[in-house]
């Protein structure tokens, strides 16, 4: 995997970008997700980085964050203003990314994260981060640009962080079947296995031909519910399994 902190700076400036000429109007319209204004997404993005920052100083100290430590915190930025939840989500956006290269080489190597039953190292810690990152600026950025898509080198590390999300949010439809993907920039093969109450992201199977070719940052959003009809880029090979896979990913 490439390191995640290049593409999460691009995501970061993209977004502080976006949002820094927002009016109070704007900021309290809907973003692609439904049932969150933009200042909901900023307010969401704000507290998870006040979250994963006292995550990251506790690893570095070998201590364990609380469990009670992120309730509080989501009570005191569901509480503040539009105007508040935007510009205080910048300066903690900002503040979590400093933190994370400002980590050592040698921190680094060393340092891992319990996140329930799995321990990432610090590559996978910070490529959470890029997820959740990139797709909620595209929640943002899709709201005024229907032709909004993840840049390429966000893609380039979600692609290949699909597995884990995937293990975590799929659902089964009752169908059994293969199916294969190829992406494109970058190249990339997979195979969705479905069952009828089970469903896996796999590499691609050496030989088999795809059933579906698309770009990497649209399978990616496919994979987090993000590539319904309207913002779909052209795709080849069966485009009908794409409503299979947009129900078997209904998103995280």
């Known amino acids: 995997m490439d390191s995640p902190l290049t593409p999460l700076r691009g995501s970061v400036g993209r977004l502080h970008q976006l949002c820094r000429g927002l ?14 204004s933009i200042a909901d997404v900023l307010s969401h993005l704000g507290s998870a980085a006040v979250i994963m920052r006292r995550h990251l100083e506790d690893a570095l100290a070998g201590t364990t964050t609380p469990d009670d430590f992120a309730p509080p915190v989501w009570d005191e930025w569901n509480a503040k203003s539009a105007r508040a939840k935007a510009d205080d989500a910048l300066v903690a956006d900002e503040a979590l990314l400093e933190a994370l290269e400002a980590v050592s080489a040698g921190d680094r190597a060393r340092v891992t994260f319990p996140m329930g039953p799995l321990a990432l190292e ?5 490529a959470m981060r890029l997820n959740e990152h990139a797709f909620h600026t595209w929640d943002i950025e899709v709201a005024f640009d229907d032709g909004a898509h993840l840049p390429h080198d966000v893609a380039a590390v979600v692609v290949d962080n699909l597995e884990l999300i995937a293990r975590f949010s799929a659902r089964p439809t009752g169908e059994a079947r293969t199916v294969g ?3 494109s920039e970058p190249a990339r093969d997979f195979t969705v296995r479905l069952r009828e109450d089970a469903v896996e992201l796999l590499s691609g199977e050496d030989g088999r031909v795809p059933d579906l070719v698309l770009p990497a940052e649209a399978f990616c959003r496919l994979v987090y519910g993000r590539l319904e009809p309207g913002h779909t880029p052209a795709v080849s090979g069966d485009g009908s399994v794409l409503d299979v896979l947009r129900a078997v990913f209904p998103g995280p």
């Open 181 to 183: 993907i190829r992406t």
């Open 23 to 36: 009016d109070d109007a704007q900021l309290e319209s809907e973003s692609y997700c439904s049932d969150w």
């Open 122 to 126: 610090f590559d996978r810690f910070a």
